[in-house]
């Protein structure tokens, strides 16, 4: 559960850099730091790819 | 989260099955339950089977060190009475969370085996109740992602607060400082927040590895550069870490020096006293040798002291024959023999032998002495003369110094006399100087201030290494632009580096508001549960950067360290209270609200206005209260507050076990007179 202030606060970013930042939360509550890097590598190629696509 | 009910069976000193229902739809704000015991009866072992059943825990924070093995959960007289039969120990829960009604149910088995209990986990369910009133399971595998959902593990013992606690976070010391960073992190996310925030960089600082393996030189280049600068910042925050820790233990150092001395303080008078009475005593013995001395200058005097008398008497024999006119005699012995031998007077008339005039001369013949003796006998006169003028000045200064002497040999005794007693107080000689302390405590001032002046220099350091990583993330994200047009891996590197620079930044906000917030939150608790003097003078709550707690005063001067017990006690319910509401997503605290006889500094105004303000801050206030604490002065006032809700009484039943009885709200000033009585 993320508190609704840092909600908040990650809305002025892009939405790529908004929602690897909350799943990067959202993993942090519980798992550990290595094992939320090796999830979120998956996560940054896809969404990588969806910048790409949007940019075309 | 609103408990509804609990029940318990065979759980610590419960033997057999106990339900407790805190609070059903129809009794609306009634979100009070006192559950009223000696110490002992199991108070605090209800909250330990809450939380046991919702997180499968069965420690608590303040279990401290206690071995796991020690924190048994099942019943004891069970075990005794069934022996080689395991005891099942159930904990139930039904509470209401976000309108949705779940009823969670965990169980453990024991069996006694030699001396220790083995105990293990025997069932867990959790379901969901509908509107309809059927129940839905939840997957086991599930179970503990919902509860965590509803109260984070982390934060489970937040919601008790026990005197410890409320003690601890009035001091102003390292421990009161985590447990401020521990509840802030811990509660607010904050420390997820730092775990994402490593995370995000563990992904860039690889993606960027894989970046500089690439063909394309300039950006090899500037992740070469930014590479070794981190790792020069790393290695900066490591010796950063290290002095921190350094100088944590100077100050712990520190704190153990101050107890040692503050048991000094007992004795530094009686160390002040030996040292001055030392210091009496030199000077004394060194007045005695100068008395000493001047005595036996003395000696003659005092020697001639001893023929005074025979002086005195010789002089007045030679004075009264002077004055009798015979010394000196009037007529030379000689010339009286010349007359008698010559049998002729000096006027020419002839002495006959025998004649009265001739009996006359032959009597002062006899009378007088010859001419040496007179004169030795008349410088003797004048000598004794002279000094027995002396005898009396001489004899008082020896009586002087004679007593003077005596003086100073009776305070010397009396001074010794005074030590003696002086360090048979003082105790053994096994005992630390307190100078040493002193100067031990002085050096490690010193080496704090030394290590702080490195860890300036340091941290000064990082920031310019910080800048010049600015600079170079700045170029390098400008390349990785040129390149990332047609370079995927280029995208990732930048996408996980904007991610990791927003959650950094994000983390420096709110860290920084959440303080000033929950600060403000605290502060507008704190003064309305202060009684009227203490709001006269106390102001404002603030939480410091190193997350230290101070009040300010009327002139916005700190004054923590002014404050009674009572008023420290309401700031720490205050902080808890605030901290707690500002988690929740309302404006209440979500979670049921555990006090463990928090009445105990606490002037009759204070408890008032706790009693009146905390069951409109928390969805449910379960107040655990001893006799002393919970009399009919504060049931009263509950009762008046219009929110009391239930009322159990933990008593003893046989052999350590305790029996929960509900008393009805109308008949509860009757039992606690009883109490009382």
């Given amino acids: ?56 | 989260m609103i408990l509804h009910s609990m029940t318990v069976e065979n759980f610590r000193q419960f033997r057999g099955r106990h339900v407790l229902e805190f609070y059903t739809p129809s009794m609306g704000q009634s979100n009070v339950t006192v559950i009223f015991g000696e110490n002992g009866r199991g108070k605090t072992g209800l909250f330990r089977a809450i939380i046991f059943c919702l997180f499968g825990e069965r420690r608590l924070s303040q279990d401290g060190d206690v071995p796991l093995e020690e924190l048994q959960l099942v019943n004891v007289s069970a075990l005794a009475d069934n022996p080689g039969q395991p005891i099942r120990t159930v904990v139930e829960l039904k509470f209401t969370h976000r309108e949705q009604t779940y009823h969670l149910r965990r169980a453990i088995l024991g069996m006694q085996d030699g001396d220790r209990v083995i105990e293990e986990e025997d069932e867990k369910s959790l379901f969901l109740i509908t509107a309809d009133g059927n129940t839905k399971p939840v997957l086991a595998t599930e179970i503990d992602a919902v509860i965590n959902n509803i109260l984070d593990r982390r934060v489970k013992d937040y919601f008790l607060l026990d005197g410890e606690k409320i003690e601890r976070l009035t001091r102003a010391s390292i421990e009161q400082r985590r447990e401020i960073s521990v509840g802030i992190r811990n509660l607010l996310n904050v420390d997820a927040l730092e775990i994402a925030i490593k995370a995000v960089g563990r992904v860039a600082k690889t993606l960027d590895n894989e970046l500089s393996s690439s063909s394309h030189e300039d950006l090899s280049r500037l992740l070469k550069r930014l590479g070794d600068n981190e790792e020069e910042q790393d290695n900066s925050k490591n010796r950063l870490e290290k002095l921190a820790d350094e100088i944590c233990l100077a100050r712990k150092e520190i704190d153990k020096t101050d107890k040692a001395l503050d048991e000094f303080k007992e004795i530094r008078h009686l160390l002040e006293r030996r040292k001055s009475l030392e210091q009496n005593l030199q000077e004394m013995e060194r007045q005695a040798v100068d008395a000493l001395s001047e005595m036996r200058n003395l000696v003659c005097k005092a020697t001639a002291l001893i023929m005074a008398p025979t002086v005195i008497t010789v002089f007045e024999h030679i004075d009264s024959r002077k004055q009798k006119g015979e010394l000196p005699s009037e007529i030379r012995r000689d010339l009286i023999e010349r007359i008698l031998m010559e049998k002729r007077c000096i006027c020419g008339n002839e002495i006959c032998e025998g004649s009265e005039a001739y009996s006359h001369i032959i009597d002062w013949l006899k009378r007088t002495s010859d001419v040496t003796t007179q004169d030795a006998a008349l410088n003797l006169w004048r000598y004794m003369s002279e000094m027995r003028h002396h005898f009396s000045d001489d004899a008082d200064l020896v009586e002087k110094r004679l007593q003077q002497y005596g003086n100073i040999n009776s305070s010397i005794g009396n001074l010794n006399h005074s030590l003696e007693n002086v360090s048979n107080q003082i105790g053994t000689s096994e005992r630390q100087d307190a100078t040493k302390l002193d100067v031990h405590r002085t050096n490690l001032q010193k080496g704090i201030i030394d290590l702080e002046a490195n860890a300036q220099n340091i941290q000064s350091q990082l920031e310019n290494l910080q800048q010049e990583n600015d600079r170079l993330r700045a170029l390098l994200k400008e390349e990785k632009l040129k390149v990332g047009k047609n370079d995927e891996l280029s995208r990732r590197s930048i996408l996980a580096h904007d991610t990791q620079d927003a959650l950094i930044d994000i983390h420096k906000q709110f860290t920084s508001e959440i303080k000033d917030l929950i600060g403000a939150s605290a502060t507008i608790l704190f003064r309305e549960l202060l009684d009227k003097e203490g709001r006269e003078n106390l102001r404002t709550i603030v939480v410091n950067d190193d997350y230290s707690l101070q009040v300010l005063d009327r002139y916005k001067k700190p004054f923590l360290a002014n404050i009674s017990a009572g008023q420290r006690q309401i700031m720490s319910i205050s902080f808890i209270a605030a901290l707690a509401i500002i988690a929740s997503p309302g404006d209440k605290i979500e979670i049921p609200l555990f006090m463990d006889t928090p009445f105990g500094r606490l002037s009759y105004d204070h408890r008032r206005n706790l009693i009146n303000k905390l069951p409109t801050l928390a969805s449910q206030w379960i107040l655990l209260a001893t006799d002393t604490e919970f009399r009919r002065q504060e049931a009263q006032l509950l009762k008046n507050s219009g929110r009391w809700g239930k009322f159990f009484m933990l008593r003893p039943s046989s052999n350590g076990n305790t029996e929960i009885v509900e008393q009805d709200i109308s008949s509860v000033m009757a039992v606690l007179r009883n109490e009382e009585d």
Avoid: H, T, W
């Fill in chain 1, 1 to 56: 559960m993320i508190n609704e202030k840092i909600v908040e606060k990650l809305n002025v970013y892009s939405d790529e850099v908004r929602e690897l930042a909350m799943q990067a939360i959202q993993l942090s509550e519980s798992f550990p730091e290595k094992a939320i890097a090796d999830q979120l590598q998956g996560i940054v190629r896809r969404l990588a790819k969806q910048q790409d696509g949007d940019d075309q």
